[in-house]
């Protein structure tokens, strides 16, 4: 059985709608969503994930932006 709750790069990258370059460079400048090291590997965990969505939400273009 697979844990969907885990997710590589490309799987966080498509489920947040966003290009694997733009999370990997989120991931570099600190932009982007909190991520695991196991190993050499990348993970990514779909409540972090959904925190950060949530985080990033706005009503106003005029709102300060993240």
């Known amino acids: 059985m ?4 885990v997710m590589t790069t490309t ?3 498509q ?7 733009t999370i990997e460079r989120f991931r570099v400048t600190g932009e982007g969503p909190p991520y695991c090291k196991l190993g050499g590997a990348v993970r990514y965990r779909r409540a972090d994930l959904d925190a ?5 939400l706005t009503s106003s273009t005029s709102a300060h932006s993240q």
């Open 2 to 5: 697979m844990n969907t709750d």
């Open 11 to 13: 799987e966080a990258a």
């Open 15 to 21: 489920y947040v709608r966003l290009g694997k370059p």
């Open 52 to 56: 950060w969505l949530e985080g990033r």
